[in-house]
């Protein structure tokens, strides 16, 4: 099995429970106080639903998927509108990959690997945008 593929079952794995996007934005949240202001006014309940559709869109890319829609969030997080500082993606990336270990029960350090892989091109692009 190819690292797009190994992915994309392990997410679908993580996204078995809401819980999943719980503890991601927890652990996103936990990781800085200028990211926790970000979402002071945010409904997180929505944000949960927003990005388990974004992190399906960064894996179906990596799949050969237009990118059309990863660069509609470029645009959304570039320096003229949500201003996300681009080291802010090495802290997302982070929690991610821990919210994984922690759902994924099939966890390993090459499935972890496999996913550092598969996010880069989307990551890449969206902080590439800022
Ligand atoms: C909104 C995905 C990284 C902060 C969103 C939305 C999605 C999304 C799907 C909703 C659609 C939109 O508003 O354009 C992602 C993905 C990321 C990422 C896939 C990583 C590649 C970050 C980072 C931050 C951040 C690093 C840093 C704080 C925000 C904020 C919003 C947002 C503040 C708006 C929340 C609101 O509406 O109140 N993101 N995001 N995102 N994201 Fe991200």
Known sequence: MNNTDLVFQSYGRCCRTEQFFVDFYD???ASSEA???RFADTDMA???HLLRH???Q????ARGMSDRKLRDLGESHNRKNYDIQPEWYDLWEEALLKTVRMHDPEYS???RQAWKEVLKPGIDLIRGAY
Do not use: C
């Open 58 to 61: 960064i894996i179906l890319v």
């Open 54 to 56: 974004g992190v399906m």
């Open 46 to 48: 929505a944000q949960r």
């Open 27 to 29: 652990f996103f949240m």
């Open 35 to 37: 990211i926790r202001k």
């Open 109 to 111: 350090p090459e499935l």
